[in-house]
């Protein structure tokens, strides 16, 4: 199947990189490389760009659609190894990052690939498929606990104890083996008034369980500060989540690195010795116009903050 995926926010993006033709720019989650061709463009040939996706096919398409820019670098790899990946091409300082969290429509349409419940496959649901462990392992392996766990915290499913349970009921009888089997179980898990009056009823145990697969959350916590550490003065980090549990990180980050401080209110200076690292550029997220949420449903949870390095001159 061809890698097909629209950038999301694609304008609005490209703008708050606020692009110099000579920076060194890094799209953490490449994609189908929608944002990357875009940022080259406007990259002169002593410009600088490294792409990085733990996703093999996304890596192929990538480089099938940026094949004629010379100064373009893909890397298979998790973001969280940002640093390595740099240090590997002899880069020590980024005029601007960017990271698109979403779910590619490739991985969501390609039903083989385990992301959708509104096809039928294996439970796979890895972004990287090296990794030996799949959906499967967690519904089939993790503890009634566990799996209440993952789908409260990363699903924020009202009836998770109950999905939890008739998980594990279920696969005392068969292992849950395909999407398919774990909608019906989830279904079954709903109590039938509240199942014309919500969204598809796995919706939110299916993002639960590739956000656990994945360590999603887990990765974005332990890199951003990272990340902005590397920026250059100046330089802006973009990130477009997709659901509350992504916008909440992303937004605390940002205030955080803004403002450091920990001393007390009542404190009349600060004695602490953190310095902000820079500013935030988004006070609310900016979010997609109604003609891109038409033309692209998909679009219409994502928001995009931006936080910019402090200068030299600030």
Excluded: W
Aim: hydrophobic share 35%; charged share 30%; glycine share 8%.
């Amino acid at each position: 199947m061809e890698f097909k995926h629209k950038p999301v926010l694609l304008n609005e993006t490209i703008d708050n990189l606020c692009i110099k033709p000579e920076g060194t720019y890094v799209d953490c989650t490449l994609g189908g490389g929608g944002h990357a061709y875009e940022v080259l463009k406007r990259l002169s040939p002593q410009g600088r760009f490294i792409g990085i996706d733990q996703d093999a096919d996304a890596i192929r398409a990538a480089g099938e659609k940026l094949r004629k820019f010379g100064n373009a670098v893909l890397v298979r790899s998790n973001y969280c190894d940002t640093g390595s990946v740099l240090m590997g091409n002899h880069v020590d300082g980024v005029d601007g990052f960017v990271l698109d969290l979403g779910v590619s429509s490739y991985q969501l349409d390609t039903p083989e690939r385990g992301f959708s419940y509104m096809s039928d496959a294996p439970l796979d649901m890895r972004m990287d498929q090296r990794n030996s462990l799949t959906a499967g392992d967690i519904i089939n392996g993790y503890t009634e606990a566990e799996l209440y766990r993952v789908i409260r915290d990363y699903g924020e499913d009202r009836f998770a104890k109950n999905i939890a349970r008739s998980i594990v009921a279920a696969r005392e009888v068969k292992k849950i083996e395909t999407t398919f089997e774990l909608v019906d179980v989830i279904r079954s898990a709903i109590p039938m008034k509240f199942r014309k009056t919500m969204g598809h009823p796995a919706k939110q145990t299916f993002q639960a369980v590739r956000i656990e697969l994945n360590r999603e959350l887990d990765v974005l916590k332990d890199t951003l500060d990272t990340l902005i550490d590397l920026l250059n003065p100046g330089g802006r980090i973009c990130i477009i989540t997709f659901h509350s549990l992504e916008d909440r990180i992303v937004k605390e980050n940002f205030r955080r690195n803004e403002n450091p401080c920990t001393c007390p209110s009542s404190f009349p200076v600060c004695v602490c010795g953190k310095v902000s690292k820079g500013r935030v550029i988004t006070r609310k997220p900016i979010i997609p116009g109604d003609e891109e949420m038409n033309e692209n449903p998909r679009s219409k949870s994502a928001k995009l903050r931006v936080f910019e390095k402090v200068s030299e001159r600030d």
